[in-house]
């Protein structure tokens, strides 16, 4: 086992929550250049994650004081330290819900295992790391991305799995719903799937680009339009009860669609039964 000089005996890092809006499949045989398009934007909820190293033969991971298995953040902490670690994860947001809360575990707790241990890897790495992890496992494609650079932002063209382009829109409330999970696994493994999923996203990446083309500064009911087309045309807005939830946002005189993975629902106005975050600019970070 390598030796590290642990700088601590505890360290925490946070990782904003990412929606996304739209999507693209950026297939490729190597996970550190498959990656996704799309839209969407972080929010100021998150995943805390602290760490320490454990006495014990394997990483035990606990996600708001209940102990689970997590395959992504297991295997970024191993590509970083083949040592066991003792990782709490705490957040507001839930899994499996569209939140990107994978991407955000695993990156948070990269970041705070590398405070803990100074292996020398950079903050980018650690992304990438977090990332590749995500690919591995089914659980993400661009969430990573989001949660390193922070704010709104889209991607309309394939390049790196870390860069994307910043839209211009002032921090705001955000109201969410979250009714159940879509695995994310079941959707990235579905060739089927894929094809429809790109192809909607095709039509609304060209939309998005155009407007990017004129301005940087966006009017967020405009993105969440985009958004809802393509929720809509790919056939993943199938959920009765987020229809009818997006339905009443709007019809209230809000921007609303639905949070790409989960049958969970965004809108800049209150609606029935919702939970209030704020977009936000903020980017992970050690604690």
Same mark, same amino acid.
């Given at each position: ?115 803990? #241990? ?103 009911? #405009? ?12 056939? #993943? ?41 704020? #977009? ?8």
């Amino acid at each position: 086992m390598t030796s590290f000089r642990v700088s601590r005996e505890t360290t925490s890092a946070f990782a904003p929550g990412n929606i996304s809006g739209l999507f693209k499949i950026i297939s490729h045989p190597d996970p550190g250049r498959m990656h996704s398009l799309g839209w969407g934007f972080t929010v100021s909820d998150g995943v805390t994650a602290t760490l320490s190293v454990a006495d014990a033969e394997s990483t035990t991971v606990r996600f708001n004081d209940t102990r689970i298995d997590f395959p992504t953040v297991v295997e970024a902490l191993s590509g970083l330290a083949n040592i066991p670690f003792n990782v709490d994860l705490q957040s507001t947001l839930p899994l499996s819900s569209g939140f990107g809360l994978s991407g955000a575990s695993a990156y948070a707790s990269l970041l705070a295992a590398e405070s803990l #241990l100074r292996t020398g890897h950079t903050r980018s790495e650690l992304a990438m790391m977090a990332h590749v992890a995500e690919v591995r496992n089914l659980t993400g494609l661009g969430d990573v991305c989001s949660q390193h650079i922070g704010g709104c932002l889209a991607k309309v063209r394939p390049g790196s799995p870390l860069n994307a382009d910043r839209i211009d829109v002032n921090p705001q409330p955000i109201y969410w719903r979250y009714f159940s999970p879509i695995r994310t696994s079941e959707v990235l493994a579905n060739k089927m799937r894929h094809k429809l999923i790109n192809e909607s996203a095709d039509v609304s990446l060209e939309t998005l680009a155009g407007m990017m083309r004129k301005s940087r500064q966006i009017r967020f009911s #405009l993105l969440a339009d985009i958004a809802l087309g393509f929720a809509t045309s790919s056939g #993943l807005l199938a959920d009765p009860s987020v229809k009818e939830c997006i339905s009443e946002a709007r019809a209230a005189g809000g921007s609303a669609s639905m949070i790409m993975l989960g049958n969970s629902v965004f809108s800049t106005t209150p609606f029935e039964k919702c939970n209030k975050t704020m #977009l936000s600019q903020i980017s992970a970070h050690v604690i």
